[in-house]
């Protein structure tokens, strides 16, 4: 679906490993869930609640995720971000 930028040194987890991933998942309703680097969003199509903060790089990714979920979107890199806790 996306295109790699090289310059942002993305790689999308394959749909059949993010399949996978999310059988490992284990969020209830009053979980925080933090994405790191959002991409598509595959991993949090399992997650029913909304308190998920999903960060990248990349604002085509979070548009994207945004058009699906209702989340806490933050374009920017998280391990260089000034709000994580």
């Not at 009053?30 to 029913?48: D, M, S």
């Not at 609640?49 to 548009?63: E, Q």
Request: hydrophobic share 35%; glycine share 4%.
């Amino acid at each position: 679906m996306f295109i790699r930028d090289t310059s942002l040194a993305q790689y999308f987890t394959p749909l059949p490993i993010s399949n996978i991933m999310q059988e490992w998942l284990d969020v209830s309703d009053h979980h925080l869930v933090l994405e790191p680097a959002v991409g598509t969003g595959n991993l949090l199509t399992k997650i029913k609640n909304n308190d998920i903060f999903a960060y990248d790089k990349d604002k085509r990714c979070l548009d994207y995720v945004l058009g699906y979920r209702d989340i806490h979107a933050y374009n920017e890199d998280y391990l260089l971000s000034e709000s994580k806790r």
